[in-house]
């Protein structure tokens, strides 16, 4: 038996990388705002069709701009799912605003707008969305409740760079949307984000919130002799070490995301029997969205069938990990949210889900080494 780890994900490495990173160290310009800012900036808008991106120094430095930007305050209430990463609520608790955990369509693992619907009140500023393994969300119920109540809709979008909703590109379709290019996306510079925004308005004071709430991004373009201290804000601008990776990555988006459909289709191709034998419940994206191949995973019938799964495929040498433990049931969520109605699909889905390895490199012999362990599994 081949006993070769079959790791959960490895950083995608550019052609350009080094290239870009010893053109910074030979300037004299390494802190952010250079020219690989702009330039990976311009890709990033041309990917995803938004007017306005910031590089910022996370995904989290993104939603915390989202929660200034928002003006939330402690009289505030903000509906997170509570199947989601925890800067997803952290970045609105920071503000002082409650938390409200919706439950999610356990189709999709994602936000459900009927849950949504159940949880909204006078204090009730925004819902924050996450496209789960880049598969949208309903977006249209969600829309359909912010303009009929007047709440602004964050996209927490670190899976879903390049996906899409009905033709409509991820991160672009509500109020405002941010991205993670930490090292287990798809697009990567180690640790960066980017916050995308279709508002004029809302763009002038985020550049100037993201600069220490200074306006020196006008200054940088002539538009003042000086800058100033302007507003509240914070350093949320990467360097230009790290925007030259990015640049170099977003120069081969197609071909990582070429790599990681290719595994992905794999898995959905050869599972599907297996998954009907064994009462297993396979990811599905439904037919008005277009997947980033961010992850792809399966459930259990249980919690103890997903435990004896991942242990079945670390005995073969193989890396599936499960993923997030619900907030409305961590000390925090606790202390800093409140959850009116019990999350049970959240709950469920937390508690069956496995994630399979997937990153571009993953030869064609690994992907059947996984494919082979998974399918030796019987319930």
């Given at each position: 038996m081949n006993t070769d780890r079959v790791i959960f994900s490895r950083p995608f490495r550019a052609r350009r990388e080094l290239a870009n990173l010893e053109a910074v160290l030979a300037s004299d310009?390494?802190?952010?705002?250079?020219?690989?800012?702009?330039?990976a900036t311009a890709k990033l808008k041309t990917i995803t069709g938004a007017p306005h991106a910031l590089l910022t120094t996370s995904c989290t430095s993104a939603l915390e701009m989202s929660g200034l930007l928002l003006e939330l305050g402690p009289d505030d209430e903000v509906i997170v799912p509570s199947f989601a990463f925890t800067s997803t609520a952290t970045a609105m608790a920071l503000r002082g605003a409650t938390c409200v955990f919706a439950?999610?369509?356990?189709?999709?693992?994602?936000?459900?707008?009927?849950?949504?619907?159940?949880?909204?009140?006078?204090?009730?500023?925004?819902?924050?969305?996450?496209?789960?393994?880049?598969?949208?969300?309903?977006?249209?119920?969600?829309?359909?409740?912010?303009n009929a109540h007047g709440f602004a809709v964050v996209e927490d979008n670190a899976h879903g760079l390049g996906?899409?909703?009905?033709?409509?590109?991820?991160?672009?379709?509500?109020?405002?949307?941010?991205?993670?290019?930490?090292?287990?996306?798809?697009?990567?510079?180690?640790?960066?984000?980017?916050?995308?925004?279709?508002?004029?308005?809302?763009?002038?004071?985020?550049?100037?919130?993201?600069?220490?709430?200074?306006?020196?991004?006008?200054?940088?373009?002539?538009?003042?002799?000086?800058?100033?201290?302007?507003?509240?804000?914070?350093?949320?601008?990467?360097?230009?070490l790290n925007a030259a990776v990015l640049d170099a990555q977003l120069d081969e988006f197609g071909?990582?995301?070429?790599?990681?459909?290719?595994?992905?289709?794999?898995?959905?191709?050869?599972?599907?029997?297996?998954?009907?034998?064994?009462?297993?419940?396979?990811?599905?994206?439904?037919?008005?969205?277009?997947?980033?191949?961010?992850?792809?995973?399966?459930?259990?019938?249980?919690?103890?069938?997903?435990?004896?799964?991942?242990?079945?495929l670390a005995a073969q040498g193989?890396?599936?990990?499960?993923?997030?433990?619900?907030?409305?049931?961590?000390?925090?969520?606790?202390?800093?949210?409140?959850?009116?109605?019990?999350?049970l699909h959240s709950a469920e889905f937390s508690a069956t889900v496995v994630r399979l390895p997937l990153w571009p490199g993953l030869t064609d012999a690994q992907v059947g080494r996984v494919i082979d362990a998974v399918t030796a599994f019987t319930v």
């Amino acid at each position: 038996m081949n006993t070769d780890r079959v790791i959960f994900s490895r950083p995608f490495r550019a052609r350009r990388e080094l290239a870009n990173l010893e053109a910074v160290l030979a300037s004299d310009h390494s802190h952010g705002d250079g020219q690989f800012t702009a330039s990976a900036t311009a890709k990033l808008k041309t990917i995803t069709g938004a007017p306005h991106a910031l590089l910022t120094t996370s995904c989290t430095s993104a939603l915390e701009m989202s929660g200034l930007l928002l003006e939330l305050g402690p009289d505030d209430e903000v509906i997170v799912p509570s199947f989601a990463f925890t800067s997803t609520a952290t970045a609105m608790a920071l503000r002082g605003a409650t938390c409200v955990f919706a439950d999610i369509d356990p189709a999709t693992g994602n936000l459900d707008p009927v849950s949504v619907a159940a949880l909204i009140s006078e204090r009730t500023k925004a819902v924050v969305v996450i496209h789960y393994g880049g598969v949208a969300a309903d977006m249209a119920g969600l829309l359909e409740l912010a303009n009929a109540h007047g709440f602004a809709v964050v996209e927490d979008n670190a899976h879903g760079l390049g996906g899409t909703w009905r033709g409509r590109q991820l991160g672009t379709i509500g109020t405002m949307g941010t991205l993670s290019f930490h090292d287990t996306k798809n697009v990567h510079c180690g640790e960066g984000g980017a916050l995308l925004l279709t508002d004029e308005i809302l763009m002038a004071r985020a550049e100037i919130i993201r600069e220490k709430g200074t306006d020196r991004a006008r200054f940088l373009r002539g538009a003042v002799d000086k800058y100033s201290w302007q507003d509240i804000g914070s350093s949320y601008l990467p360097s230009e070490l790290n925007a030259a990776v990015l640049d170099a990555q977003l120069d081969e988006f197609g071909t990582i995301q070429a790599g990681r459909h290719r595994v992905w289709d794999t898995y959905a191709a050869a599972l599907p029997d297996w998954a009907r034998r064994n009462d297993m419940r396979l990811m599905s994206v439904p037919a008005d969205r277009e997947h980033t191949a961010h992850l792809y995973y399966l459930r259990t019938p249980t919690e103890r069938r997903r435990d004896d799964l991942i242990a079945h495929l670390a005995a073969q040498g193989i890396s599936a990990p499960f993923h997030y433990i619900p907030l409305d049931s961590s000390p925090a969520g606790f202390k800093l949210g409140r959850t009116p109605r019990p999350c049970l699909h959240s709950a469920e889905f937390s508690a069956t889900v496995v994630r399979l390895p997937l990153w571009p490199g993953l030869t064609d012999a690994q992907v059947g080494r996984v494919i082979d362990a998974v399918t030796a599994f019987t319930v």
